[in-house]
């Protein structure tokens, strides 16, 4: 029986038996915040995929996922019997990627990017994540078949993850309690450090990055510094990107896949890497887009003050 109460009132919204009231069960388990997968794999008929936020992590060693196979799914017999599949993190701007891949149909791949992983499973362009597995076991889940997958490949991404919370698609905001912890703990309680130049510019630095964002749109901070280091410096190979972006070498491999599948770098035999003339477009776009920044960030700025902080950063700058 369920029973509800006045928005007002203390105690539950709703107490009830979940075996006699699915709909309510299943609003209350919409609670639970998830991110969203699109799981894949490739069956002879070709790739097939489905939308799924029943992903969950079992065993860093090791390393175990699991995630839930609806019975009633027209791609059950596709996954039930696979050996290898992926699970794809989808990114706050997937929500159509999502809604695609939670229909019908197997196959709904002409107008998605991806390309196979070293498992043949597809890997969908643009994710926060993705993880290949190899299928480790399954249990019986009622109306789910649950799928445990060994995890022999991980890649992750600096894109911020797609959510979903009741019934609804949520994107991922700072607790302002961690916001207030986080202030604190740049002012680091010292007078020693307290109004120093480093902490001045780190923190100018936190800000003009955060407000670049906006303008970077999709390509992340890693690929944004891959491709202006491939731009000042064409045909370097991506251990000497890492070199030239300070960035570590597997941050720079993600980077330098994610760019090539979006068509802008292309890599010659010896592995040199160039702009595209697409990526010569997006730089364009990029640039004019920092100039608006710029204008707008030291409007009303003396220009003699400008050239004093032009200067400093000028010498911190010198290798």
Known sequence: MTTTRAP??????CDFDPGADPQEFRRAL???????TVVTTAAEAGPVALTANSFSSVSLAPPLILWSLSRTSSRYCFFNEAKTFAVNVLAEPQTALSRHFATAGTDRFESVA???????APLLQGVSAAFECTREG?????????????VTRALRFERAPLL????????QAEHPADAARQAASLDMGSADIEGSTLQVLFRANHRLAAGFAHYRGSLTRDE???LISIEKKPAMTAAQVAEHAFLGTHAVDDAVNSLLVQGLLSRAGGGQLSLTEAGRCRRRELVGYLKEMEHRVF????AQTLE?????????AVD
């Open 299 to 302: 409007a009303g700025i003396p």
């Open 138 to 150: 399954e249990h019986d889940g009622g109306d789910h078949r649950i799928i445990i997958g060994r």
């Open 30 to 36: 919409s609670q639970f915040a998830t991110g969203v």
């Open 308 to 316: 004093v902080g032009r200067d400093l950063l000028r010498r911190l």
């Open 114 to 120: 991806w390309e196979p992983g070293a498992n043949g």
């Open 224 to 226: 944004h510094r891959v």
């Open 164 to 171: 979903f919370c009741q019934g609804a698609y949520r994107v």
């Open 8 to 13: 007002g009132d203390a105690g539950p919204l």
